[in-house]
């Protein structure tokens, strides 16, 4: 029996002999949450795997494409209260082991609240000096019960929350700072699951406020330093005057002034290109640890099921169910969400391995069809997808970069496409020597005058905060170590061919 998204009831049939195979299927839906148990239900139950699975994808799409450390505090405070299930949702960063100051709420407080709620000290509020001294989750189930100081008390009155969930956000030892979930309608018991997979996810988001920390820092410092050059540029030209005109024979020098400022530049240009760069791979590098947890866990219980479903079917095939084909659909239609979840857990763990190493062995039509698994809620409202794969063709190279590449050329590809619209994929060989993977859509395009632009780092056609310009650049990187070549054709309001060729193994 099921409500919503929940199971709430099971019934099997079976013969004495197979009571401890059926009891172990019950038991492993109530032990993941996936059953409701009349005994110990909570108001709020935690989500399914897959649901689970497709909000953290949502997070951790969302924080790859922005540099921004505001616009990612905001996606994770809304993204873990769509996780969790919670109304409200605040992040408070901790400045110099004494203040809080608010990093983002959700809903977004109102321009009239007092500034209380924005700055305060962190020894007016006890229940956040818990979380960050022990360094792991804290509870309030009722606030009206709660002992809370003066500055507690009026936050919890202007917000009406009832009930409280603190996870502190860990990094290498250090608290940075704190999400606090809460409840507004009614108070509430917090699950062990919701408890254990919050801090699970903070924990790992730690790792991306760190970073959007340190990408406002640099930003910081590239001002200084821009204004530096300017400062310098200004004295220089001042001086080049003078010089001038004090003597044409100082020309020469002049010149050469002049080039060593258009260096000067174009250094301090590599340099913040490399550290958005460094601070992207680094983001990529806490994606992949994530994902690599979140395909670990679900694993286990999906072996179980793949079993338990096996043992279900053999137990139908036996004489006295052979001819029930209403229990031989629901086994079918089991199996089959066993398998699409399957699938989802292998093209995660695709997107997230590691190898240094480029001799491995890539399957073309396996890493494409792995993408598009992975882009499924993306691509299924909108997009018809056609493809056409040659059989057999194999590259030599790293899988993991393979993979990035071709998530990066498709989720461009489906970008580009607003409303509904079409991408087809093709795979073939050009002669004995390359694999041809061409990429085509009909979505807005790319004007000739700026497509020889596409490859540039942090270049995008995209709205601001939609992307960093890193994407092309980091597949045009892949495509030369991998010693291929990439091709563009583009009409505006017509869409875009891209072909890949990487030598044929």
């Known amino acids: 029996m099921i409500s919503k998204t929940r199971i709430l009831h099971t019934c099997f049939g079976f013969q004495q002999k197979n009571r401890y195979f059926v009891k172990s299927i019950h038991r492993l839906f109530l032990n993941n949450n996936i059953m409701s148990n009349p005994e110990n239900e909570t108001h709020n139950s935690s989500p399914q795997s897959s649901q689970e699975i497709n909000a953290l994808i949502k997070i951790s799409q969302s924080i790859i494409s922005t540099l921004d450390y505001q616009e990612i505090l905001q996606i994770i405070s809304d993204g873990m209260a769509e996780l969790l299930g919670i109304e409200s949702a605040a992040i408070y960063l901790l400045q110099n082991g004494t203040d809080l100051y608010l990093g983002a709420t959700t809903p977004a407080l109102d321009k009239n609240m007092p500034d209380f709620l924005r700055r305060a000290k962190v020894d007016e509020h006890p229940h956040i000096v818990k979380p960050i001294q022990q360094k792991s989750p804290h509870v309030v189930e009722d606030t009206s019960l709660a002992q809370l100081s003066e500055a507690e008390r009026a936050v919890i009155e202007i917000r009406n929350l009832k009930s409280l969930l603190y996870f502190p956000f860990v990094q290498k030892g250090d608290v940075l700072g704190v999400l606090i979930l809460g409840t507004c309608n009614q108070t509430l018991k917090f699950s062990e699951h919701q408890i254990s997979l919050g801090q699970t996810v903070a924990n790992q988001l730690a790792v991306s406020i760190h970073n959007a920390l340190l990408v406002d820092d640099l930003k910081k410092y590239k001002n200084h330093l821009e204004d530096l050059v300017q400062e310098k540029t200004n004295s220089l030209d001042t001086a080049i005057e003078e010089l001038m005109a004090a003597n044409e024979d100082l020309f020469e020098k002049n010149e050469i002034i002049n080039n060593q400022n258009e260096e000067l530049k174009t250094a301090l240009q590599n340099l913040k290109d490399a550290q958005s760069q460094l601070i992207q791979s680094e983001k990529m590098a806490s994606l992949g640890t994530l994902t690599a947890g979140v395909a670990h866990e679900i694993n286990n219980p999906l ?203």
């Not at 093209?347 to 993408?371: A, H, K, M, V």
């Not at 050329?409 to 970008?415: A, K, R, Y």
């Open 303 to 505: 072996n179980f099921l793949t079993g338990a479903s096996l043992g279900l079917e053999n137990y139908l095939e036996k004489e006295a169910h052979k001819d029930d084909e209403e229990l031989k659909l629901l086994v079918e239609s089991i199996q089959t969400g066993v398998e699409r979840i399957s699938n989802i857990v292998r093209g995660l763990n695709q997107f997230s391995r590691y190898n240094p190493d480029f001799n491995e062995e890539c399957q073309i039509s396996t890493i494409l069809e792995n993408c598009l698994i992975m882009m499924n809620n993306q691509i299924k409202d909108k997009i018809t997808v056609e493809k056409d794969f040659s059989t057999g063709l194999k590259t030599m190279g790293n899988v993991g970069k393979i993979h990035q590449l071709f998530m990066n050329l498709l989720l461009n590809s489906v970008h580009a496409i607003d409303n509904e619209g079409k991408i087809t994929i093709k795979t073939f060989p050009r002669g004995e020597k390359f694999a041809v993977i061409e990429i085509e859509d009909s979505g807005s395009g790319i004007d000739a005058n700026i497509i020889h632009k596409i490859t540039d780092p942090f270049f995008t056609t995209k709205a601001p905060g939609k992307g960093t310009g890193l994407g092309l650049s980091i597949s045009y990187n892949i495509i030369k170590e991998h010693k291929g070549q990439l091709k563009f054709e583009s009409e505006p309001g017509k869409g875009t061919k891209v072909q890949v060729l990487l030598p044929l193994r």
